[in-house]
C-alpha cells in the first residue's frame, strides 16, 4: 500500500491505474480506523481491481472547534491496520484539499434533507461532508465511493449529490457493524466509560422495539416509547426518528413507503452517538442480500 498525501501525486497513479483499465473503488474515512471501516473497504476490494482509503478529519463539517481538535488522529496505526487491504491511502493536509486560490464551494441545494435529524442538531456539517465529497471525487474520479449505512442521512445526502450532479461514480451503501452486544461500532465508543460502555445496547435495543412494533403501534408511539427506553443514568436521547430513507421526512403511514428507517441520536455520558436501523425496504439499499444485522 502506498500512502500519498499529495492530490498531483494521487491523480499521477490513478491516471496509471485507469490506463491499464483498472477499476477503482474508494472509501472515504476520517481515520481511528475500526472493523466497521474495514468491512467497507473489504466490500470496495471485492468489487474493483483497486482500492484508494481517504483519511482526513475535514474542518469543514465540524460546527464545534472542540470536537475538530478532539477529533483522533493515528495515521501511523491505521496504515497498518490497513496496510493488507487497500492499495492507497490517500492522506492529503488541509492545504491540499482546499487551497486557497481554489473555489471548493458546491451549488446542491440540500435543505430538504438536512431539516431533520442531524441538521438541526449540527448546523453546517452537511454542507462539510458534501464540499469535502466533491473535492475527493473530482480529486480520484472513482468508480464506486463505498459509505456505511451507520450515518444514514449521510449516504442519503451523497446519493442525492450523486445524482443530481450527474456525476460518474456509483454509490455502495454497507451494512453496519456492530459489537456482540448490538453496539455500532464508532471510533467514539473508546471514548465510553467502562459503566456507560456496558449499557450502551440500550440504543440498539431501542431500534430493534421500532423494527418489532412498526405496524403494530403508531410510529408517533413508536417513537416515544424508544425514546423513553434510551433514558437510562447517564444516557440523553437527542432524537429518535421514523423516517422515509430518501426524503428523511417523518413517516405516520408506513404502507406509503419503500424504505422506511428509525434513526436515533443519544448522549452516553459525554459521548454522542449515532445509529438507525431498517425498518422496512432493506432489499433497497442491499440487492445482493449480504446484510449481517441485527446480531440478534
Ligand atoms: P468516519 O471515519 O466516521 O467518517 O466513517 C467513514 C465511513 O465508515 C462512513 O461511510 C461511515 O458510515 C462508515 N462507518 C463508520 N462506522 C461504521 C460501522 N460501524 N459499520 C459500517 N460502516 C461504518
Not at 437527542?238 to 417523518?250: K, L, P, Q, W
Request: proline share 5%.
Amino acid at each position: 500500500m502506498k500512502t500519498i498525501k499529495r492530490v498531483s501525486t494521487i491523480q499521477k497513479h490513478l491516471d496509471a491505474e485507469r490506463e491499464k483499465a483498472h477499476s477503482i473503488g474508494f472509501v472515504p474515512t476520517m481515520g481511528a480506523l475500526h472493523e466497521g471501516h474495514l468491512s467497507l473497504v473489504s466490500k470496495a476490494r471485492e468489487e474493483n481491481d483497486r482500492v484508494v482509503v481517504s483519511i482526513f478529519v475535514n474542518p469543514t463539517q465540524f460546527n464545534q472547534k472542540e470536537d475538530l481538535v478532539k477529533y483522533p488522529r493515528q495515521l501511523e496505526k491505521d496504515q497498518d491496520f490497513i496496510r493488507k487491504h487497500s492499495d492507497y491511502l490517500f492522506a492529503p493536509s488541509v492545504s491540499q484539499m482546499y487551497p486557497k486560490k481554489l473555489d471548493t464551494s458546491v451549488d446542491l441545494d440540500i435543505d430538504h434533507l438536512t431539516a431533520s435529524m442531524e441538521g438541526p442538531n449540527r448546523p453546517g456539517h452537511f454542507e462539510g461532508v458534501v464540499q469535502v465529497l466533491y473535492r475527493f471525487l473530482d480529486i480520484l474520479n472513482p468508480d464506486t465511493i463505498y459509505m456505511g449505512q451507520k450515518d444514514f442521512q449521510q449516504f442519503s445526502i451523497v446519493d442525492y449529490m450523486l445524482k443530481t450532479l450527474n456525476m460518474d461514480t456509483a454509490m455502495r451503501v454497507c451494512p453496519t457493524k456492530r459489537e456482540k452486544d448490538g453496539l455500532a461500532m464508532s471510533s467514539r465508543n473508546l471514548r465510553l466509560e467502562p459503566t456507560i460502555r456496558a449499557r450502551a445496547d440500550i440504543i440498539y435495543k431501542a431500534l430493534v422495539y421500532a423494527k418489532e412494533n412498526l405496524g403494530n403501534k403508531s410510529c408517533r408511539a413508536i417513537e416515544k416509547k424508544a425514546l423513553d427506553m434510551m433514558q437510562i443514568s447517564d444516557f440523553r436521547p437527542e432524537y429518535f426518528e421514523i423516517v422515509d430513507g430518501y426524503t428523511m421526512a417523518r413517516v405516520t403511514n408506513p404502507q406509503h413507503h419503500e424504505l422506511i428507517a428509525a434513526c436515533t441520536a443519544c448522549w452516553a455520558g459525554e459521548v454522542r452517538l449515532i445509529d438507525n436501523m431498517v425498518l422496512k425496504g432493506e432489499s433497497r439499499l442491499y440487492p445482493d442480500a449480504d446484510k449481517e444485522f441485527p446480531v440478534k
